[in-house]
């Protein structure tokens, strides 16, 4: 199972994935990790479709070793999010500015998915996770 945590910088997407992964027994990829081990910190669209391409080469490599897998980054675009193809899309909707004026000129509303969050509670990782489990 391929898991996305998206949404806008500052939104709460490691957050909540540092607190998923355990109870999933999953792998876990952040994006800043990604951009870091591949020294790439271009955030143009092209450099964005990259990443998530990045993003979804490590998640499908968990996936076909039958291993869950949490990925947390932005994902703007809707072609970003196909790109990463996503089993099951968590949305971390509890900002509506990120620090990053041309993040948020860029980030589109997902018209699909799977969890869409919008306030944070100490347990929404808990209900997440459980209904994830519970439809596996």
């Known amino acids: 199972m391929k898991v996305l945590v998206m949404g806008l910088p500052g939104s709460g997407k490691t957050y909540l994935t540092e607190r998923l992964v355990p109870l999933l027994s999953a792998a876990w ?3 800043d990790k990604l951009r870091e081990m591949a ?3 271009d955030f143009s669209e092209e450099g964005r479709k990259r990443q998530s391409l990045r993003m979804r080469s490590f998640a499908d490599f968990e996936k ?6 949490v990925c947390d980054f932005v994902c703007p675009t809707r072609e ?3 790109n990463f ?3 099951i899309v968590i949305w971390m909707d509890t900002i509506k500015e990120g620090r990053y004026e041309d993040t948020n000129k860029l980030f589109q509303d997902p018209q699909k998915v799977d969890f869409h969050i919008t306030e944070w509670n100490d347990h929404n990782h ?5 209904a994830i489990l ?3």
């Open 29 to 31: 990829y952040n994006a």
């Open 39 to 41: 020294n790439d910190w």
């Open 64 to 69: 076909s070793h039958g291993r869950n897998v």
């Open 80 to 82: 970003t999010r196909q």
């Open 85 to 87: 193809n996503a089993d």
């Open 126 to 130: 808990e209900d997440v996770a459980t």
């Open 134 to 136: 519970d439809n596996v």
